[in-house]
């Protein structure tokens, strides 16, 4: 009897331990579990952080721009007492410049906006421009200033060079960077984004005009504005955009009297100059 109720102790107490070392190692099991799942997780959320990040730069590098463009400018020119001397028509112009946009926070808003700071680190500008027949009329006898002295013209024949216009400007604006198709998979039109912009480009603007043996030169500083749009897809871009500016030029002229080689004829005449430009760029 003895015998068989120690069999029976011994037979539990076996029972016991074994039931305990299974509960021990399903509890080691369940730990390392937990562990290889957090440590899942975090490949995971790093795997997503580094497709986020491609993905937001697909959509926002390439944030300078060189442009090159075709410019329809006019440039009128007003006489002191308000008269009319015509505008300046175009033959034909083209542009050059070089943008950079500095975007003002990291994230987008609503994921698809950026706010930005344009600045443009050269911006050229070229018109050639038709014969104005009402420009004459500022060195006639009877010009509309009155009582100045008007250059004498030469013996000899004065080549004429025609009408020309060139800019030079460096200048700072805003800009509005959209990413309509933020939402989307497909990396190509991720690659799409549109930017409407604003800048202000001071500018040294000479124009030259050699007309009817008579030649000018017109120098000013313009505060000229200008008023964008721009689509972009990767490093290709096509650009319009708008741009106006006035300033009094300072008009020079050379006085062929043969007593003097000096320049004798400066004036200022306030002028006006509006247009449009397009083109394409090349972001990088």
Same mark, same amino acid.
């Given at each position: ?14 029972? @016991? ?6 509960? &021990? ?25 580094? #497709?986020? =990040?491609? #993905? ?9 721009t $060189? =442009?090159?463009? $075709? ?16 505008? $300046? ?12 946009t ?9 994921? $698809?906006? =950026?706010? @930005? ?6 911006? *050229? ?10 420009w004459?009329?500022y ?5 509309? +200033? ?7 013209? /030469?013996?000899?024949?004065v ?10 400007a ?7 960077? !959209?990413?309509? !198709? ?11 984004r ?20 008579? &030649? ?6 313009? /505060? ?9 897809? #990767?490093?290709?871009? +096509? ?10 030029? =300072? ?26 430009? *397009? @083109?394409? @760029?090349?972001?990088?």
């Amino acid at each position: 009897m003895k015998r068989r109720f120690l069999f029976i102790m011994s037979a539990l107490v076996a029972t @016991g331990i074994n039931i305990n070392a299974q509960e &021990t190692n399903a509890n080691q099991n369940s730990s390392e579990q937990d562990d290889l799942r957090s440590e899942l997780n975090q490949v995971h959320a790093e795997l997503n952080a580094i #497709k986020e =990040k491609d #993905k937001q730069k697909s959509m926002w590098s390439r944030q300078k721009t $060189f =442009k090159i463009g $075709f410019l329809n400018n006019t440039w009128t020119p007003e006489a002191a007492n308000g008269t009319d001397l015509g505008e $300046f028509k175009p033959n034909y112009g083209f542009s050059l410049g070089l943008t950079k946009t500095y975007m003002l926070h990291p994230k987008p808003i609503a994921g $698809f906006l =950026k706010f @930005g700071l344009e600045v443009s680190w050269f911006d *050229l500008a070229y018109t050639n421009y038709k014969a104005n027949p009402d420009w004459s009329r500022y060195f006639s006898s009877d010009n509309p +200033f009155g009582g100045l002295d008007i250059p004498e013209t /030469p013996d000899f024949e004065v080549p004429n060079f025609g009408s020309h216009q060139i800019d030079a400007a460096m200048g700072i604006g805003l800009s509005a960077n !959209f990413a309509p !198709f933020f939402w989307n998979e497909s990396g190509n039109l991720r690659a799409i984004r549109a930017k409407l912009y604003g800048n202000f480009l001071p500018s040294f603007s000479a124009v030259i005009i050699s007309e009817e043996d008579d &030649t000018r030169w017109n120098t000013a500083f313009v /505060p000229f504005y200008t008023i964008g749009c721009q689509i972009q897809w #990767k490093a290709l871009a +096509f650009f319009v955009e708008g741009r106006w500016g006035s300033a009094n030029y =300072k008009l020079g002229g050379l006085d062929f009297d043969d007593d003097s080689n000096e320049d004798s004829y400066f004036d200022k005449v306030s002028c006006k100059n509006s247009g449009v430009r *397009l @083109g394409i @760029g090349l972001c990088f």
